[in-house]
């Protein structure tokens, strides 16, 4: 392995940065090149069918079998123009990448003649098998019936690769029996619920507000490390993180990368990446360098949350597909290096209106300003209640080493609105008691007339919050970077549905059974969910050990590790939600509850297979040779008649090393062992949990073994990358 390693630094060396040469300078001439939106269907259909499509998505309704049969036969028409052969049913399963079953649009006649062929039969619907996908026990292993079908409302692509191009058509993923076995299907059903929940209270303030969208717009953070350096690390390979290798001399801590000039073999992978994405119809317009060595991030505008998650997962493919060609890994995994930040994946998440008006976006007039209270005050309570199902949407093994690590916010959820914000909400909640004359300016009195001096950049941003407003949208920063975007955004959607169900109906109660005015019941809902929520919004540093602290005397939730933030999709409050809104039944919910678990066992058992065999055959033998180096040294120093003097201090490096040895092989030995027990628990929680604090417990031990070993051993017999700092060079 350390030939592998030197060989790795040398043509690392050698590489330089590649050409990339663009369709046009004007990205408006080739963006969304290779989607089948509007304009390709517009070119492609009859006038006719053109309409009937665009109001059957608009309508969210079902489209019928001759429609399908004529998108099929423009799409087949489309795609074959640019060279497609296959098409493919693209779907999001619980594995958390993308799936895809390629098809040929190849068929034959009944008299064996051979034709192209794609019917509207084979758009809606697929049957690929299901049999090897998470479905935590909704089937049998034997059964391997699972349906895809269209959404409409994602526009087909085309994806290129090794010079071929596919049909990639968006779908949903369902179970025989019609259970979700996907991210899709859910995410889809909460964009309809908070739609139907957010228009009757929109209608309060404007009636021509028939329809309100999620739009999202998803930052992704990555890492980039040389494709051979990659390769030279079984650790890297296998787990998507460094489980052995102490920290450089120089990490991150002069901030010197931040925002720094981008290396030049990045930016050509950047470009390359980016034009990909573009051609897909992916708005991307923002890159620069993170705060961590060979750290980026890049992100898009803001999209219908549905076409915003898809774009995301087909980023992250685009950018592992790209990153080959230039010598490169991404890493996505939420916390590849000790002791460095990690990454993560900031969902920027607001509402808007068929009318054009952002609801999370303050306005000019207090009438405006009353609508937008109403959101953002409710999105806060939403949080409030729900918070724990929040951190458990993002739970996951990776996300642990990364959530309160001293640059991602912590396990605690809690809302950061700034000053100013704080202080409207304070003095709404203040005036509760003032009494109204009539001909008082109601609006003057509550102290809304002074939203509008609010501006997008009000006030300084609160990097250490999960979820901060920030003029205009919430950005929920604590989704990891490796994450499908919609487990966190169909909790988001549910949880401010449900809570504006809840206004709606308390609102018009008041003004039904008190003849109070609307504008004073809904300030009257509003001061009251001010008042109830106030422990949720905290202001200050969330990763300090006071506010861990004082979270705890306000009664928020600090739950540290995955399998212990799961446990609140068995409550029966959270069963009750989503059943009642037809999000998951109580079988799906309790099917992604053991498929997480599942999911988080088998990547702590990989990891710990890996370290136990890094450990034990690999470093050990090393160790051990350079101990017989010592070794014979020692006997040198004898010959020229050289003891104590010169050999004691070697004497006690032999020593040392049987010692971190001895350490190595007892933890090692105890941590295959406590793996064993866990795996004989069948209660799959118990078995997670066992995982997390037995199994865990033994890395830290081996990994402290082993780096005091590794500063010990010559630099030229050491198996693995000696520094961290030699995965970032550029």
Same mark, same amino acid.
């Given at each position: ?29 080739y963006f969304g090149e290779n989607v ?114 269209? &959404?409409p409302s994602s526009p087909a692509f ?47 303030? &404007? ?18 490390? &040389? ?22 001399? /120089? ?7 931040y925002f720094g000039s981008i290396p030049?073999? %990045? ?149 950061? %609105? ?31 007339? /002074? ?214 092989? %007892? ?64």
């Open positions: 392995m350390a030939i592998l390693r030197f060989k790795a630094l040398e043509l690392v060396s050698q590489r330089k940065p590649a050409e990339v040469a663009l369709p046009s300078l004007k990205i408006s001439e089948f939106g509007f304009s390709a269907l517009r070119a492609t259909m009859s006038s006719e069918n053109f309409k009937r499509l665009g109001r059957t998505i608009e309508a969210g309704e079902k489209v019928d079998r001759d429609l399908a049969d004529a998108v099929a036969a423009a799409m087949k028409t489309w795609a074959m123009s640019k060279g497609a052969t296959h098409y493919t049913h693209w779907f999001q399963p619980l594995t958390g990448s993308t799936a895809e079953k390629h098809d040929s649009f190849f068929d034959l006649t009944g008299d064996g003649d051979a034709i192209e062929s794609f019917k509207g039969s084979a758009l809606v619907q697929q049957e690929p098998d299901a049999s090897s996908f998470p479905s935590g026990g909704i089937r049998n292993t034997f059964e391997a019936r699972g349906y895809s079908a269209w &959404d085309l994806i290129e690769n090794a010079g071929t191009r596919t049909l990639c058509i968006p779908t949903i993923f369902v179970s025989y029996t019609g259970e979700a076995l996907d991210y899709k299907t859910p995410l889809l059903k909460s964009l309809h619920l908070l739609n139907q929940a957010a228009v009757p209270v929109c209608q309060y303030f &404007d009636k021509e507000v028939v329809k309100v969208n999620t739009t999202l717009g998803i930052e992704q953070e990555y890492f980039l490390v &040389d494709r051979a350096l990659y390769e030279a690390r079984p650790d890297l390979m296998m787990t998507g993180r460094t489980l052995f290798g102490h920290a450089p001399a /120089k990490g991150q801590q002069l901030e010197d990368h030049s073999r %990045v930016h050509s992978f950047m470009v390359d990446f980016e034009k990909s994405s573009l051609k897909l119809g992916i708005p991307l317009r923002t890159r620069h360098n993170e705060v961590a060595p060979n750290q980026f991030e890049c992100a898009p505008t803001f999209e219908d949350a549905n076409l915003a998650v898809d774009h995301n997962q087909l980023l992250m493919d685009i950018m592992d597909r790209v990153a080959e060609r230039h010598g490169f890994k991404v890493l996505l995994h939420e916390k590849p290096y000790k002791g460095v930040n990690g990454s993560g994946k900031h969902n920027n998440w607001a509402m808007s209106t068929n009318t054009g008006v952002n609801l999370l976006a303050p306005g000019k007039r207090p009438k405006e300003n009353l609508q937008f209270l109403t959101f953002f005050i409710n999105t806060i309570m939403a949080v409030h209640k729900h918070a724990d199902l929040l951190r458990a949407s993002i739970a996951s093994a990776s996300n642990d080493h990364r959530l309160g690590a001293n640059e991602a916010p912590p396990a605690i959820m809690s809302v950061f %609105v700034g000053q100013q914000l704080t202080a409207v909400l304070e003095e709404l909640e203040r005036t509760a008691k003032v009494p109204m004359e009539k001909g008082d300016n109601m609006y003057l009195k509550l102290g809304i007339d /002074k939203i509008p001096e609010i501006l997008r950049d009000n006030t300084d941003r609160n990097r250490t919050s999960p979820f901060a407003f920030t003029g205009n949208k919430f950005e929920f920063r604590a989704v990891g970077s490796s994450a499908n975007s919609s487990s966190s955004m169909t909790v988001l959607n549910t949880i401010v549905a449900d809570q504006l169900m809840e206004f709606r109906q308390s609102v018009d109660e008041l003004i039904e059974k008190k003849d109070m005015k609307k504008e004073l019941a809904i300030i009257q809902v509003l001061r009251e969910y001010v008042a109830a929520s106030k422990a949720i919004r905290f202001e200050g540093n969330g990763y300090s050990k006071e506010w861990e602290d004082e979270a705890a005397e306000r009664g928020l939730s600090n739950i540290k590790s995955t399998p212990l933030a799961l446990d609140v999709y068995e409550r029966e409050e959270v069963k009750a939600l989503y059943t009642r809104h037809g999000i998951f039944s109580e079988v799906e919910l309790c099917a992604r509850h053991e498929i997480l678990l599942e999911e988080y066992i088998k990547k702590i058992q990989i990891e710990s297979r890996v370290m136990g065999d890094l450990a034990m055959n690999h470093v050990i033998p090393t160790a051990i040779a350079y101990q017989n180096k010592l070794i014979q040294n020692i006997r040198g120093l004898k010959d020229l008649g050289l003891e104590d003097e010169y050999t004691q201090t070697t004497i006690e490096s032999i020593k040392r090393i049987s010692s971190h040895i001895k350490n190595i092989q %007892v933890n090692v030995v105890e941590m295959i062992q406590s793996r064993k027990v866990a795996n004989k628990i069948e209660n799959v929680r118990e078995r997670a949990i066992f995982y997390n604090e037995k199994v865990l417990g033994f890395f830290e031990p081996i990994r402290t073994s082993v780096d005091k070993l590794e500063l010990m051993v010559d630099d030229e017999d050491w198996p693995l990358v000696k520094y961290r700092e030699l995965m970032f060079r550029r």
